[in-house]
């Protein structure tokens, strides 16, 4: 979804592309009547050039940048997880401000040339007026850095993310870590997953799929999101978490029937209260690791459940999604 959104030149790169552009069209400019009318239209193409450049570009980029009222809800949430609102709304505010005032420099510097008249040494005096607009429009446009920062800061946290159909179903797998939840990533999808990394996660945001009836389906993994308690969680955790919530999906919970079951099983109760709108499906995983006890055991613990066996040599979960 944020794929296309592109990183805005720092101010020295946008400064010599606009001062460039100018002097190639100042250059191609044909003569007046007279040098004095020359100089003058010279003059003024250039103001005319860069601050047209300069409007064009940044307006182009602040229009660009998704509106989160707009977004969808998974993509709002995830939106606001990982960008300070604030404070990308302010540094648009102060982008789209500068090029409202490079239009007035333009507007006050061109009018001091058209009215300006022939006399001795006018030469020196129109340069002189350019040279006023050149430095206003050069301090306008490095007063923004921090703006242009901020910026290109959230595009790379927005072109991270991972490309899922919010309108379509998926299977989002959850447990604690080192149940084998990647393992299972692995053997359900056809694709090698995406992984990408984002401040509500520790080890990144896994998106993989799998064909049912030559339709791709997802799955999505997400570890150090869903596999602590919530008061584990910091507020940008949580907020993240509220974005799947949004989505139309079944969890998945793996269970390492090898340990820490009362654990596990503290985790799901909670994560069927957060997702009480959302399917469950239970995996008991590492079967050929565990006895036959510790199997029974965990199959007692979730016993109200849907429990599939998976393991080494099973492919339960995979034949099960596939129907």
């Known amino acids: 979804m944020f794929m296309n959104l592109n990183y805005l030149e720092k101010p020295d790169k946008l400064l010599d592309i606009a001062y460039a552009k100018a002097r190639k069209n100042a250059h191609g400019m044909a003569k007046q009547r007279t040098p004095f009318y020359t100089l003058k239209g010279k ?12 409007e064009e570009t940044l307006m182009s980029y602040v ?17 606001v997880a990982i960008i300070d609102v604030d404070q990308i709304r302010i540094a648009l505010s102060k982008i789209s401000s500068a090029v409202k005032t490079l239009k007035k420099v333009r507007r006050e510097q061109i009018v001091k ?29 490095k007063s923004l850095e921090s703006p242009i920062k901020i910026y290109n800061d959230a595009v790379k946290k927005l072109k991270e993310l991972p490309a899922i159909k919010t309108d379509e179903e ?5 447990g604690l870590p080192n149940v084998g939840k990647s393992t299972i990533l692995a053997k359900i999808t056809t694709s ?7 401040p509500f996660t520790t080890k990144g945001l896994n998106v993989g799929y799998f064909f049912k009836k030559h339709a791709p389906i997802q799955v999505i993994d997400t570890p150090g999101l869903l ?33 820490q079951l009362d654990e596990q099983k503290n985790l799901f109760k909670e994560l069927k209260k957060l997702f009480s709108e959302k399917g469950f499906i239970v995996v008991i995983n590492k079967c050929d690791l565990a006895e036959k006890e510790q199997i029974k055991e965990a199959e007692k613990m979730f016993k109200d459940n849907y429990i599939i066996l998976e393991g080494k040599d099973l492919d339960n979960l995979k034949t099960e999604l596939s129907k």
């Open 170 to 174: 998926c299977y989002i797998l959850a």
């Open 43 to 54: 003059e003024i193409l250039k103001m005319d050039s860069i601050t047209d450049y300069l």
């Open 227 to 259: 596999d602590r308690s919530l008061h584990e969680r910091n507020d940008i955790e949580k907020k993240a978490i509220t974005a799947f919530q949004h989505l139309k999906g079944t969890i998945i919970f793996v269970i390492d029937p090898l340990s």
């Open 113 to 141: 040339i058209k009215e300006f008249p022939f006399v001795r040494d006018s030469k020196n005096e129109i340069k002189g007026i350019s040279k006023v607009y050149f430095g206003r429009t050069s301090s306008i446009i």
């Open 63 to 79: 229009t660009s940048f998704p509106s989160i009222d707009k977004l969808p809800g998974f993509y709002r949430d995830l939106f």
């Open 192 to 198: 090698k997953p995406k992984i990408a990394n984002y």
